[in-house]
């Protein structure tokens, strides 16, 4: 069994993400020593992109910010590659399907393999179209993460019996961010998906409080929080360390 479907096994899975580079990335080193310290079950790091078209405008910016600051994908791997050792969980990088095209599939999957990632997740990749990156990914042990959304139905299944790792579930329609209300469109979703495939479903998207994770949690493999952690990283810059540990703890209890 891949160490992304282990971290399913002990209850729900809580992933946070951040985006690597935001503020600095001596910042965001000390923050996935938090996150993991604070009970996160995978992580995932977003390589930051100036046209990130799933993303909300707390995202969007981050990402300007650690462009601005100097961050790239080769100091990203340098970051895994350092912590690989000591953070003791699956790492992913989610990163839109450019980056990856200007490196070149074959060298990207090896520099990932090479550092100690476990797996890639690319919004922007059709599912009809990730040949081309799957292989790559395949012949390095990398699992590359599907997404299923509302506007999936008809495909779900063909998604879900074609995946590995986890399935990544987009809660509503959208890009990114905090949202007050959660629709139930994600419950149907894992419904069908389950039906499938015995692949864990984690739901992702607009997550942002301790009582939407507990909601979610409930139909669900796991929890991924994005916007709220990186909207702390906003707030606090170089001092959001704590504050993002103790919210994570929060998040993760909130789900056992």
Same mark, same amino acid.
């Given at each position: ?5 282990e ?5 729900k899975?809580?992933?946070p993400?951040i985006?690597?580079?935001d503020?600095?990335?001596?910042t ?5 020593? %938090?996150?993991?310290?604070?009970g ?14 799933a993303? #909300? ?6 990402d300007e910010?650690?462009?601005? /600051? #100097?961050? &790239?994908?080769d ?6 590659? +350092?912590?690989?050792?000591?953070? /003791? ?11 990856v095209?200007?490196? /070149? ?5 090896k520099? !990932?393999a090479? !550092?100690?990632?476990?797996?890639l997740?690319?919004?922007d ?10 292989m790559?990914c395949?012949?390095? #042990? ?8 509302? &506007? ?12 590995s790792?986890?399935?990544? !579930? ?5 890009? &990114?961010?905090?949202? *007050?209300?959660?629709?139930?469109s994600a ?5 069908l998906a389950?039906?499938a495939a015995?692949?864990?479903c984690a739901? /992702?998207?607009?997550? *942002? ?5 507990? $909601?979610?949690?409930?139909? *669900?493999d ?8 990186? +909207? ?7 001092? !959001?360390?704590?504050?993002v540990?103790?919210?994570?703890? $929060?998040?993760? +209890? %909130?789900?056992?």
């Amino acid at each position: 069994m891949s160490r992304i479907r282990e971290a399913f096994k002990n209850g729900k899975a809580f992933i946070p993400f951040i985006t690597g580079g935001d503020p600095d990335i001596e910042t965001t080193e000390k923050i996935l020593y %938090a996150l993991y310290e604070a009970g996160a079950d995978i992580i995932e790091i977003g390589i930051p992109f100036s046209d990130p078209i799933a993303e #909300g405008p707390v995202i969007e910016a981050a990402d300007e910010r650690a462009l601005k /600051g #100097g961050c &790239t994908t080769d100091m990203l791997f340098g970051l895994v590659a +350092r912590v690989r050792a000591d953070i /003791g969980v699956p790492i992913l990088f989610m990163t839109y399907y450019n980056p990856v095209f200007a490196y /070149g599939a074959e060298r990207f999957t090896k520099r !990932c393999a090479d !550092c100690g990632l476990d797996g890639l997740i690319v919004p922007d990749l059709p599912f009809e179209e990730r040949e081309e990156l799957l292989m790559p990914c395949e012949s390095k #042990g990398l699992e590359l993460i599907s997404l299923i959304a509302p &506007t999936s139905e008809e495909r779900i299944t063909e998604i879900a019996k074609n995946s590995s790792g986890f399935l990544y !579930c987009v809660s509503s329609l959208g890009v &990114t961010g905090v949202r *007050s209300k959660l629709g139930d469109s994600a419950r149907h979703m894992i419904k069908l998906a389950k039906q499938a495939a015995g692949l864990p479903c984690a739901v /992702g998207f607009g997550i *942002s409080t301790p009582e939407q994770a507990r $909601e979610m949690a409930e139909f *669900s493999d796991g929890v991924i929080v994005g916007s709220a952690i990186v +909207r702390m990283i906003a707030e606090h810059g170089r001092g !959001c360390v704590e504050p993002v540990r103790a919210f994570a703890k $929060e998040m993760k +209890r %909130a789900i056992k």
